[in-house]
Each structure stands twice: as C-alpha cells, then as structure tokens.
C-alpha cells in the first residue's frame, strides 16, 4: 500500500500555477492519502460518522463481483449527488464516438495527417477535441476513438467527467494540470497520463498552447502488458507510474459539470466546485507516466522484432492475446542486428495501426511523418518503408547505431478505425501520402545465387 498525508488544498484556477505536493509511485497500487490529518477513516470503509463532517463514497471502476475489482473510496465535502443537477443537451460536434460511419468517406487506406495547426479561437479541453478516428461501439463499450486535442484556454469553474470512457492522453506540445477529484496531475510532453471513467476534472493550461494526442478507451481499462520471457524487468516499470496525493477545493461558486455520456454530452449548473475529496483509498486513480523511463527490449543477433515487444500498456479484449487496444512507443534505442533489415519490415495485419510523432524523426519514414503529426494503416492495409528508408536500411553498414531524437507512438486496436468528417476534410491531410510508394523498385532477377 503507498500511505501520502500531507496539508493541500486546491485553490481557485488563476492560483494554481504553482507547484503542488506530489505524487504517489505505482500502478495498480492500493493507494491512501489525505489532505487533512486523520481525515481517512483507518480499519473500515464507512464508519456512521467520518472525521470533519465527510461524506464516505465509493467510485467504482468495475463491477462489483469482478475477479480484480477497481474501487476507490473517497472522503467528501459533499456526495457527488450534490454536485449534479438537471442536466441539459449539449451539441460538443467535433468529438465523436463509435459508431461513427459515414458511407460518403472511405476509411480504407493509408493516411498520414500533418499536424493540425492552432488557432485563435478560445478552446477548451471540451471544445479542442477533435476525433480523427472510431472503432466498435460506446454502447456496448468496445473499441476506442483517437482524438487530436487543440487546448489554449482553462477551464474555469467547468469541470467535466466521461462516463463512456477512460483517456489516455499523449501531449505534444504545451503543458496541462488536470485538477481532479483525487488531486493534481501536470502532463508535459514526452509524459501521458490516465484518466479514468468516471472521474471529475478541470483542465488548465500552464503553458500553451498545447497540442497532444488521446486515445479514447471504450473497453477493459489499460493495464501493464504480461512480460511472459521478459520477465520481470524493462519495458514499462510499475513504480514510475504516479498517481496523486490527495487535494480539495471547498469552494461556494456557480460552476457547470459536463458529461460525455453514450457519445452525447449534457451540462449541468451546481453551486459549488466538485474536487472535494478530502481523503481518499483504493486502486482506482489517475497516474501519469514518463516516456523516458520506459526500458526498451529488441533483437540483438538477428532480424527486428513485432511491435509489441515495444508495448507500455494494453487493454485486454475478451480474446486472449488480441488487444482491444495497444499503447506502443517507439523511443530512442540502439540498433545492433546483424545482417538484418532493421527497420519495420513491410506487412499487413488483422490490427489498424494509429501513429503519433511526439518529436524527432521516425526511422521508417524519414520524410514527411513530422512531429505532431499522425498516419493510419487500416486492418489489412499494406505498408511499410519509403524508398529512402529501404535503400539506407539495405545498404547500411550495420555496426552499432543509435536510434537518436525519435519519440513515436500507435495506438493499435483489433478493429477497423473509421476516419471521421473532420479527418477527411478538415484535418491537415497529406493527400500524397500514398506515392511515398511508388518510386519502389523491381529488383527482381531470377538469376540462381544472385542476391
């Protein structure tokens, strides 16, 4: 169990630029923390009166009888009944949820989007969402949607919560705080954080604008893939996951919670903040994660290894072994193979492959797959290296190579994503992205022994 007890208090927005206490290392762990000495009730779960006049809670994550239940209890100014209201209809049109599709646009193929660029316009982390791709159904709650966020406005006395989904968020560019119900998390590139279904924040931007990638989960929550050979070491570790300590605000302002609910949104106006947790316990919690801690495994005799030895984390479908969704990074590393084709050979498979350019320079395409920028490879599309790649990695003198100034990432799903209006038609899409083949070689020669 990782205990946290220190004095914090969330202030209003404009004041917390600051830093804060901390974090609690692990994931999966369960955690305890409180704000206020004694405010968490120690040898039961809901005693007849909590210390301070708090309301115990439960928020759970799975369902009751589930073989490794999720569950977090949470000590309260309030009960999270007094933070909703009448909730009214709102139009959110540029994030979308499955099934979103359209018959007019054709998601089969390969794409690849330059980044999308900022604008002027005030955008919030509701209003900067912008879906590029959907896969299965947030009714049944299978499948993910990938978005692009576009964010250089906080969020002030307006928090949010999605209860089709938990977010796993990829930032790019800027800086956020996600104030929520269990404490601060800050994100900056080359970082991700979880944010669980269900869960209340708010959205700050502390250095902007900010521009990232999410990934949607409609399914199973993400978890630390099995090692199996591995072992117990490398990839990614639990201790570098951090997860927060405990932080309230008691604040008496009109506010408005908005709901991402069935892929419909609805606000509600409330008198007060809801991040009042005071104390909380239990494994259900937001963590960040730092991509540079993440211990890469690959090949160091012969031939490049599947994708998946480079998976930090999956969520499980009801199929062993086959993901409903992948998070795989791509990150620097050293190149040892011998006689080999180092690169990610050309193939096509059952998955639909997602991928992100945090910064620097991908090794299968060096042009034109730029930072900030995204490409799609359906379930049984083809790809593989440009020209370039495939006559520099064929003709290379394979001694000991640093993998140097690269940090990708795929978000990989065992459905077919469809692209969404705005990808198609709004999105910076690189319509020549399919001739980065064309310039391809016949090299055969059937000559016997000719290589």
Request: hydrophobic letters at 35%; glycine letters at 8%.
């Amino acid at each position: 169990m990782t205990k946290h007890t220190v004095p914090t208090r969330m202030q209003k927005a404009p004041s917390m630029a600051g830093p804060h206490e901390g974090y609690m290392p692990g994931f999966g762990n369960d955690y305890e923390t409180e704000a206020l000495p004694g405010a968490l009730p120690q040898g039961m779960n809901s005693p007849q009166k909590c210390n301070y006049g708090l309301y115990g809670e439960q928020l759970s994550g799975t369902a009751f009888t589930a073989e490794n239940v999720e569950r977090t209890w949470c000590y309260r100014i309030r009960p999270s009944v007094k933070h909703n209201n009448r909730y009214e209809k709102i139009g959110v049109p540029y994030w979308q949820s499955a099934p979103n599709v359209d018959p007019d646009l054709g998601s089969l193929g390969q794409y690849r989007w330059n980044p999308v660029p900022h604008t002027e316009e005030a955008l919030t982390w509701i209003t900067g969402m912008r879906t590029m791709t959907s896969a299965g159904d947030v009714n049944t709650q299978v499948g993910m949607a990938t978005h692009i966020y576009l964010v250089n406005t906080s969020m002030e006395d307006d928090y949010f919560f999605s209860a089709d989904s938990e977010l796993l968020v990829v930032p790019q560019e800027g800086v956020l705080r996600f104030s929520t119900e269990l404490g601060i998390i800050d994100v900056e590139p080359k970082e991700i954080a979880i944010l669980p279904r269900g869960l209340v924040y708010r959205v700050e931007v502390l250095e902007g604008p900010a521009r990232g990638f999410v990934c949607e989960n409609y399914g199973q929550k993400f978890e630390l893939p099995g090692r199996g050979p591995i072992g117990a070491n490398c990839m990614a570790n639990p201790r570098d996951f951090k997860a927060p300590v405990a932080a309230y605000e008691d604040r008496e302002v009109p506010s408005t919670v908005t709901v991402k609910w069935c892929g419909q949104f609805h606000r509600a106006n409330i008198d007060q903040s809801p991040l009042d947790v005071v104390a909380w316990h239990g494994n259900y919690a937001p963590v960040k994660y730092d991509l540079r801690t993440y211990c890469p495994v690959g090949a160091i005799l012969f031939d490049h290894p599947d994708p998946s030895i480079f998976t930090v984390l999956t969520a499980p479908s009801g199929q062993p072994g086959t993901a409903n969704i992948d998070f795989v990074l791509f990150r620097e590393r050293w190149m040892v193979a011998e006689n080999t084709f180092r690169p990610p050979w050309y193939h096509k498979n059952i998955m639909s492959e997602l991928m992100g350019n945090i910064y620097g320079q991908y090794d299968a395409k060096p042009e034109g797959f730029v930072p900030g920028g995204m490409s799609l490879h359906n379930m049984m599309m083809p790809h593989g290296p440009d020209k370039n790649a495939f006559e520099g990695a064929s003709n290379a003198n394979l001694g000991p190579d640093k993998l140097d100034n690269t940090m990708s990432f795929m978000f990989e799903t065992r459905f077919p994503q469809h692209i969404t209006k705005f990808a198609a038609n709004e999105a910076p899409v690189q319509d020549d992205y399919i001739d980065c083949w064309t310039d391809i070689e016949k090299k055969f020669d059937g000559t016997p022994g000719k290589k």
